[in-house]
């Protein structure tokens, strides 16, 4: 029969190795030879086998000082090591050295540790005092008119959320009484079960995860330790805000079940369309209508900004339809800076309509005396383009001889 191997060699440590150090070389020994990552190496298999087994004796101190006095024979039942008929109910006869090996240890404690790690799940821990659990994040949908949004404002809301019960103080029991520990999963709110090679945890079914119990629930909240109620919250939106944000009131959210804390409350900003100005940015563009004559002739006009004021414009003679005017730091407060935007004036020459008889003749002799001259400068340049154009196109019909 083949030899075994020492305990510490198979784990690549010293006999005085700490438990610490005892506890990484397995780990990293473990994941390296993990059958799931070597599923068609056999050897692969038989050392993470040798090494678990190894790791199942270091790790306990007196399974560990048996060992170093005793070797392999320690656990071998021919001689009279654990495992023999010398043993009742897992103890052992030997000389100087007592184990326990029935309940808990082995090879799911080992899994427990340190495969979570590997399968993703790091070292999860239940509360084990208190059933106490975090409200929900609540979203509110708030809506602002665009002046709102350049000055600031307080804007109060309405929730109908559930709130912290005070006749029992959000613990859910009845006055004078407390919560218990659940007696199945012993206030962790979650029960192990042995599947085989593993162990599996689900939450327990007597506490549903809460780790306690409540024999006499709050007549109140009969037992959550929260109600439906009306909360009246003020909102601080700020200068310069954008459609689309987001405020964050930090625990006005819903009440935590049992004393929890409480979950956050999410403000969404929408800015509403405005009559006059159409927001890009820190800038406002606003479409201002003139007369044929104010723009062939030049003048002012008259703009209201959204701080309700208003600012002259003037208007050059000659001014063509679309021409932009550009009034600095008359535009919107920008976000957490003193300062604005600008505001652009957009003209649009307006066509009269509803013409009297006269009014067209005087149109018809206007238009015959501008017939000559440089009077229509932009419908110039586009028939210039148009001539451009169709010389160009006659000049390729000569080329293909057409």
């Not at 029969?1 to 305990?7: I, L």
Request: glycine share 12%; aromatic share 8%.
């Amino acid at each position: 029969m083949t030899e075994k191997r020492d305990y510490y060699e198979m784990l690549g440590i010293s006999k005085g190795a700490s438990a610490e150090d005892i506890k990484k070389a397995y780990r990293k020994l473990a994941m390296k030879y993990h059958p799931d990552r070597n599923q068609s190496d056999k050897d692969a298999e038989k050392k993470f086998k040798e090494i678990n087994e190894a790791y199942e004796i270091l790790k306990d101190d007196q399974k560990r000082a048996a060992y170093d006095r005793y070797g392999h024979a320690a656990f071998d039942p021919a001689a009279g090591g654990f495992g023999g008929g010398a043993h009742r109910g897992g103890r052992s006869a030997g000389p100087g050295f007592d184990f326990n090996f029935s309940t808990g240890g082995g090879f799911s404690d080992i899994f427990e540790e340190v495969f979570s790690e590997f399968m993703g799940g790091g070292n999860r821990q239940h509360n084990s005092t208190s059933s106490a659990q975090r409200g929900s994040d609540l979203r509110y949908n708030l809506k602002i008119s665009l002046e709102d949004a350049f000055k600031g404002s307080q804007v109060n809301i309405k929730l109908n959320t559930p709130i912290k019960c005070e006749t029992c103080d959000g613990q859910g029991a009845a006055k004078g009484t407390k919560p218990e520990t659940c007696s199945t999963c012993r206030g962790r709110g979650a029960v192990r079960m042995q599947q085989g090679f593993f162990t599996v945890e689900r939450t327990c079914t007597t506490c549903h995860g809460a780790g306690q119990t409540i024999k006499d629930p709050c007549k109140t909240c009969r037992g959550s330790g929260r109600k439906t109620g009306e909360r009246v919250l003020s909102v601080a939106v700020p200068a310069g805000i954008e459609d689309g944000s987001r405020i964050r009131l930090a625990s006005e959210g819903e009440s935590g079940l049992r004393g929890g804390p409480a979950g956050d409350l999410y403000v969404f900003v929408t800015i509403e369309p405005h009559r006059l100005f159409a927001r890009d940015g820190a800038d406002l563009h606003c479409e201002v209508p003139i007369s044929f004559s104010t723009a062939a002739l030049g003048g002012s006009l008259e703009v209201p900004t959204i701080d309700g004021k208003h600012v002259r414009v003037t208007i050059p003679e000659g001014t063509q339809s679309g021409r932009q005017f550009r009034l600095k730091g008359k535009g919107m407060s920008i976000l957490r800076r003193n300062s604005h935007g600008d505001m652009i004036i957009q003209v649009i020459v307006e066509t009269p309509v509803h013409l009297t008889k006269r009014q067209k003749e005087i149109l018809k002799e206007l238009d015959t005396t501008m017939e000559k001259g440089d009077h229509n400068p932009e419908n110039d340049k586009f028939m210039a383009k148009v001539k451009k154009f169709l010389d160009g196109l006659r000049h390729c019909l000569s080329l293909w001889g057409l």
